[in-house]
């Protein structure tokens, strides 16, 4: 008993218990058959040890060794059940030819049943413990959040396995250790305040590099030891996400403010190109102001492409292409460019392969696309802290034509260039860059039928090509048909709240011999339009009271056949509402600011059609 004892002392597996005890009865008895039946108190399967190997006792011996010690058929079997707190856990069966076993050998083999069901026991609660262990790990473990115990002195109790992924580490070299050896020095103070307040803080945000963690605590009660959940959640995703929103509303806002500027910019150039346009063609003006005026018509139709193109990015527009020659649309956006490129010390080569065939294309979008890729071109070169040379070049390509767009800057990695049209994706710093524009101008390319590419090396610059076909144009433009010329006289009724615009317009419809009357009011305006005939009724869509839009809808219930000769001018088309109304009536329209030639066509085009 005692040897058996010993040898069941430090067994942890049920299994174990068994084999050592089916060993012990072989050693003490040398029995020609043993066995030993252990029944599991979960309601698994009975587990079964015999000797010899794979001989197991007759049914009815298994049954009898269950209801209670005894020797069977005149001592040729000893039969023991296994008994733990009153619960029969298994039987022990031994069988012997000769000699028979007597009620000593019986109350030897009770001892030893007696043994192996308190190891049996006790393995039991050791696997249950382990169980207990493993099946935490395996529910920790699956948490997304990191998660660790800690104790008073600050020491990891317990930790998952995305902790451990957090720290660096494998799971087994956390416990034990203090939190603070751990985890960013950085977060300390924070963390500190968690664990010192477990409960009672609410969650507080963790930064390391670009990544986000969103750190919590809970109190954590074990016995009279109190302990703390610290909770790290990873929120970079989301943070990524919520940063590219806040572009994206940027961007929204972005396009709002520019309707306003753009109305407010057009209204006043539309008086300087008006009334430069005006001046150029009075015989009267001397020669030596022809030149100044000139100056001043250029710098006014550059400033509202500005407009236009500011339109273009804030708006999705009904896009019109037409054979578009490159040079003189590189030179204006070289043009458009100069002052960046002289302020960050860049030089600009321009380089284009004579009677190169001209792209079906928008003009404003392609521009748009060109200073993109120029000013990512200057800002790398900038970013050297050194001048450089950005050279634009115009060639062709298989059917169509190709724009290389050439850098001496620092040039980028194999990985960043693979990402560099992704939208929101940017290298430089926060608040820099959006990462839309090249994003922008690979969707308006591909729009065309062409593609943009990037070939570049670390420390050798960058030459982003794009290649566009040159197939038939999609325009409504009418070739060779000149433009219609105006009627001698037309009675024409202008209606805006800009007072420069309404006398630019006055003072040039009359040089052309019409009669006009002007009306800075829309109610004004309304009631002259309904009681007076006009050939033409040119009015503005945002004014004060009385808008264009319901000068119209009122004009058209008072006197519908006066209606049919009102012509819209606005220098805000970016609001959708706005275009969508225009496009809705049908009616002809002026976007500001607009040239002479623009305004005699439309009044031509008007009266024709009245």
Same mark, same amino acid.
């Given at each position: 008993?005692?040897?058996?004892?010993?040898?069941?002392?430090?067994?942890?597996?049920?299994?174990?218990?068994?084999?050592?005890?089916?060993?012990?009865?072989?050693?003490?008895?040398?029995?020609?058959?043993?066995?030993?039946?252990?029944?599991?108190?979960?309601?698994?399967?009975?587990?079964?040890?015999?000797?010899?190997?794979?001989?197991?006792?007759?049914?009815?011996?298994?049954?009898?060794?269950?209801?209670?010690?005894?020797?069977?058929?005149?001592?040729?079997?000893?039969?023991?059940?296994?008994?733990?707190?009153?619960?029969?856990?298994?039987?022990?069966?031994?069988?012997?030819?000769?000699?028979?076993?007597?009620?000593?050998?019986?109350?030897?083999?009770?001892?030893?049943?007696?043994?192996?069901?308190?190891?049996?026991?006790?393995?039991?609660?050791?696997?249950?413990?382990?169980?207990?262990?493993?099946?935490?790990?395996?529910?920790?473990?699956?948490?997304?959040?990191?998660?660790?115990?800690?104790?008073?002195?600050?020491?990891?109790?317990?930790?998952?396995?995305?902790?451990?992924?957090?720290?660096?580490?494998?799971?087994?070299?956390?416990?034990?250790?203090?939190?603070?050896?751990?985890?960013?020095?950085?977060?300390?103070?924070?963390?500190?305040?968690?664990?010192?307040?477990?409960?009672?803080?609410?969650?507080?945000?963790?930064?390391?590099?670009?990544?986000?963690?969103?750190?919590?605590?809970?109190?954590?009660?074990?016995?009279?030891?109190?302990?703390?959940?610290?909770?790290?959640?990873?929120?970079?995703?989301?943070?990524?996400?919520?940063?590219?929103?806040?572009?994206?509303?940027?961007?929204?806002?972005?396009?709002?403010?520019?309707?306003?500027?753009?109305?407010?910019?057009?209204?006043?150039?539309?008086?300087?190109?008006?009334?430069?346009?005006?001046?150029?063609?009075?015989?009267?003006?001397?020669?030596?102001?022809?030149?100044?005026?000139?100056?001043?018509?250029?710098?006014?139709?550059?400033?509202?492409?500005?407009?236009?193109?500011?339109?273009?990015?804030?708006?999705?527009?009904?896009?019109?292409?037409?054979?578009?020659?490159?040079?003189?649309?590189?030179?204006?956006?070289?043009?458009?460019?100069?002052?960046?490129?002289?302020?960050?010390?860049?030089?600009?080569?321009?380089?284009?392969?004579?009677?190169?065939?001209?792209?079906?294309?928008?003009?404003?979008?392609?521009?748009?696309?060109?200073?993109?890729?120029?000013?990512?071109?200057?800002?790398?070169?900038?970013?050297?802290?050194?001048?450089?040379?950005?050279?634009?070049?115009?060639?062709?390509?298989?059917? =169509?034509?190709?724009?290389?767009?050439? @850098? %001496? !800057?620092?040039?980028?990695? $194999?990985?960043? /260039? #693979?990402?560099? *049209? &992704?939208?929101?994706?940017?290298?430089?710093?926060?608040?820099?860059?959006?990462?839309?524009?090249?994003?922008?101008?690979?969707?308006?390319?591909?729009?065309?039928?062409?593609?943009?590419?990037?070939?570049?090396?670390?420390?050798?610059?960058?030459?982003?090509?794009?290649?566009?076909?040159?197939?038939?144009?999609?325009?409504?433009?009418?070739?060779?048909?000149?433009?219609?010329?105006?009627?001698?006289?037309?009675?024409?009724?202008?209606?805006?709240?800009?007072?420069?615009?309404?006398?630019?317009?006055?003072?040039?419809?009359?040089?052309? =011999?019409?009669?006009?009357?002007?009306? @800075? %009011? !829309?109610?004004?305006?309304? $009631?002259?339009? /309904? #009681?007076?005939? *006009? &050939?033409?009724?040119?009015?503005?869509?945002?004014?004060?009271?009385?808008?264009?839009?319901?000068?119209?809808?009122?004009?058209?219930?008072?006197?519908?056949?006066?209606?049919?000769?009102?012509?819209?001018?606005?220098?805000?088309?970016?609001?959708?509402?706005?275009?969508?109304?225009?496009?809705?009536?049908?009616?002809?329209?002026?976007?500001?600011?607009?040239?002479?030639?623009?305004?005699?066509?439309?009044?031509?085009?008007?009266?024709?059609?009245?």
């Amino acid at each position: 008993m005692t040897a058996l004892g010993r040898r069941l002392a430090a067994v942890r597996r049920r299994d174990t218990v068994l084999d050592r005890l089916l060993d012990h009865v072989q050693h003490v008895w040398a029995p020609s058959e043993a066995a030993v039946l252990h029944l599991t108190s979960d309601g698994g399967p009975a587990v079964v040890r015999t000797h010899p190997v794979g001989s197991l006792p007759r049914h009815d011996l298994l049954e009898l060794a269950c209801a209670g010690p005894t020797l069977y058929e005149g001592g040729s079997w000893i039969l023991v059940p296994l008994w733990v707190d009153e619960r029969l856990a298994g039987s022990l069966i031994v069988g012997s030819g000769s000699p028979r076993f007597g009620s000593c050998d019986l109350r030897l083999a009770e001892a030893f049943a007696a043994q192996a069901a308190a190891a049996l026991e006790s393995a039991a609660l050791v696997e249950a413990y382990d169980a207990g262990r493993r099946s935490w790990r395996d529910v920790v473990d699956a948490i997304a959040p990191a998660l660790c115990i800690v104790d008073t002195d600050g020491s990891i109790r317990r930790a998952n396995q995305a902790f451990s992924e957090l720290v660096g580490t494998r799971p087994v070299e956390v416990v034990g250790r203090q939190w603070r050896e751990l985890l960013p020095p950085s977060w300390a103070e924070d963390l500190q305040r968690l664990v010192a307040a477990a409960g009672e803080l609410s969650e507080v945000e963790l930064r390391r590099g670009d990544d986000t963690y969103a750190a919590s605590s809970v109190p954590f009660m074990t016995g009279e030891q109190g302990s703390v959940v610290l909770l790290f959640d990873d929120r970079s995703e989301r943070r990524r996400l919520q940063d590219q929103l806040i572009q994206s509303e940027k961007m929204s806002a972005v396009g709002q403010l520019i309707a306003g500027i753009a109305h407010d910019l057009n209204n006043p150039l539309a008086s300087v190109v008006g009334f430069a346009d005006f001046l150029s063609e009075r015989p009267d003006v001397p020669a030596g102001l022809r030149e100044p005026l000139s100056v001043i018509r250029e710098e006014a139709e550059r400033a509202s492409n500005i407009v236009k193109s500011l339109l273009g990015f804030a708006r999705k527009q009904d896009r019109r292409r037409q054979p578009t020659p490159l040079r003189p649309l590189l030179e204006a956006t070289l043009l458009l460019m100069r002052n960046e490129l002289m302020a960050r010390g860049v030089e600009s080569r321009l380089e284009v392969e004579p009677d190169l065939p001209a792209p079906a294309a928008d003009a404003t979008q392609l521009q748009q696309v060109v200073v993109n890729l120029i000013t990512n071109a200057v800002q790398a070169i900038a970013s050297a802290g050194r001048g450089g040379t950005v050279v634009v070049r115009a060639r062709r390509w298989l059917d =169509g034509v190709a724009i290389d767009v050439i @850098d %001496d !800057g620092p040039g980028m990695s $194999e990985e960043l /260039a #693979a990402r560099v *049209f &992704d939208p929101f994706f940017t290298t430089k710093p926060e608040g820099q860059g959006t990462g839309l524009g090249l994003s922008i101008s690979h969707g308006i390319v591909k729009e065309h039928g062409g593609r943009i590419s990037l070939v570049t090396d670390k420390g050798r610059g960058a030459t982003f090509t794009i290649q566009l076909p040159t197939g038939a144009a999609h325009s409504t433009a009418q070739a060779g048909v000149p433009p219609p010329v105006a009627p001698l006289r037309l009675r024409v009724l202008v209606v805006d709240d800009e007072p420069h615009i309404l006398h630019y317009m006055r003072a040039t419809l009359e040089a052309w =011999g019409h009669e006009v009357e002007i009306a @800075d %009011d !829309g109610d004004v305006a309304l $009631e002259r339009a /309904a #009681a007076e005939p *006009f &050939d033409v009724v040119i009015t503005d869509l945002r004014m004060p009271r009385l808008g264009g839009r319901e000068f119209y809808e009122e004009l058209l219930r008072r006197a519908p056949d006066r209606a049919a000769r009102l012509v819209f001018s606005t220098g805000d088309t970016v609001r959708g509402d706005t275009l969508t109304f225009l496009e809705s009536m049908r009616r002809p329209w002026l976007r500001k600011p607009f040239g002479l030639d623009e305004l005699r066509g439309l009044l031509a085009s008007v009266h024709a059609g009245a």
